[in-house]
């Protein structure tokens, strides 16, 4: 069993900063893919950022390009979402994720198998 506990989020204008953490425990996961979901009130939960924990490959949601960035440290069990340029429509409980197949950076939240409890970040305009 994995654990994945998030951290970071809150409430900032529009144009600032965030950086979000979720760090895991329990099983190895060193394959493991990470996830950041997002889900506002009224909508689908939908993909965010993923990165593979060997090689450093990612992906992103159109949406984000340019202005989030994944990271991850695995030493620290962690992965890092840094979030600028931050918009209202980026309101939305931010969830951590974690896929056991390490051959994808999968946008899909069904291929996820561990979901931490989410962290509310409101951008206020």
């Known amino acids: 069993q994995v654990q994945l506990v998030e951290s970071g989020g809150g409430l900032v204008q529009a144009g600032g900063s965030l950086r979000l953490s979720c760090t895991a425990s329990g099983r190895t996961f060193s394959t493991y893919v990470m996830g950041w979901f997002r889900q506002a009130p009224g909508k689908e939960r939908e993909f965010v950022a993923a990165i593979r924990w060997s090689g450093g490959s990612t992906a992103y949601a159109d949406s984000v390009k340019g202005r989030f960035t994944i990271s991850r440290d695995n030493a620290q069990t962690t992965v890092y979402l840094q979030m600028n340029s931050l918009k209202p429509e980026d309101t939305a409980v931010y969830y951590c994720?974690?896929?056991?197949?390490?051959?994808?950076?999968?946008?899909?939240?069904?291929?996820?198998?561990?979901w931490g409890q989410g962290t509310q970040v409101t951008v206020s305009s």
């Open positions: 994720a974690a896929d056991r197949n390490p051959h994808r950076t999968s946008a899909v939240r069904d291929e996820y198998d561990y």
